[in-house]
């Protein structure tokens, strides 16, 4: 049990343009799931929190308008990336939380982005 | 800022040893304690869970919590190549709406 998806696996995108990635829980309904990114080497790097039929709550650092996260369901959850750019190509990890063990969190196999 | 330490590594460990793993964290208000699993390059994977004093067996890993020393560590038995990879200690407490706060990993490599 506890499965979380993740799709695309792998993307390539022009500088500029926007790319989508959705995180569904399969076997779970997922009151918060999480939207993480990590960089070579470095540990995870909370992006938001994200709660079903609410706005997202983004760490501090992190630009609202540039990562747009929709939790449109008890399943799904999306991230935009809008403007892409060369710095934000990282691997990109959402997750999953129990609705009654919200810190029990479990991870897609996340997306890695590129931007050429 | 609420911190979480693991100890520095890479640790290496001969296979069918014992790999310890631990892990220290500064906010006393913490709850619930995980450890992930995390191979080059795909995501973390829930191996552990803890909520309360003492030591928790599932398989060849024990998770052992001491709130009082604010300590959590990881003993992996009869360590074996397939472990081979970064363990990643975080720590979570209800107040902060279900947030983990991770550790910097440490690097297991288990040496046939």
């Known amino acids: 049990g506890a499965v979380v998806s993740q799709h695309p696996s792998w993307v390539i995108c022009k500088s500029g343009t926007s790319v989508k990635i959705e995180c569904r829980s399969l076997?779970?309904?997922?009151?918060?799931m999480f939207w993480y990114r990590q960089f070579p080497k470095q540990s995870l790097m909370l992006m938001a929190t994200?709660?079903?039929?609410?706005?997202?709550?983004?760490e501090q650092g992190v630009e609202k308008d540039k990562f747009l996260i929709n939790h449109a369901s008890l399943t799904l959850s999306t991230l935009t990336v809008t403007s892409a750019h060369p710095e934000d190509s990282s691997f990109y990890i959402c997750?999953?939380?129990?609705?009654?063990?919200?810190?029990?969190?479990?991870f897609g196999p996340g997306t890695r982005l590129t931007v050429t | 800022q609420k911190e979480v330490e693991q100890n520095s590594g890479p640790l290496s460990v001969p296979e069918g040893a014992i790999a310890s793993l631990n892990c220290t964290y500064s906010?006393?208000?913490?709850?619930?304690f995980f450890w992930y699993r995390q191979y080059s390059g795909k995501s973390p994977e829930l191996i552990m869970s803890i909520y309360s004093n003492g030591d928790k067996e599932d398989g060849r890993f024990t998770a052992q919590l001491n709130k009082a020393s604010q300590y959590v560590s990881l003993l992996i038995r009869d360590s074996q190549p397939s472990d081979s990879a970064t363990y990643l200690c975080?720590?979570?407490?209800?107040?902060?709406?279900?947030?983990?706060?991770f550790g910097q990993g440490t690097e297991l490599s288990v040496k046939p």
């Open positions: 975080a720590v979570g407490n209800y107040n902060q709406g279900g947030k983990l706060i």
């Open positions: 997750s999953a939380a129990l609705r009654d063990r919200v810190s029990e969190q479990y």
């Open positions: 906010d006393r208000g913490s709850q619930s």
């Open positions: 076997d779970f309904q997922a009151t918060t």
């Open positions: 994200s709660n079903e039929g609410s706005k997202a709550t983004y």
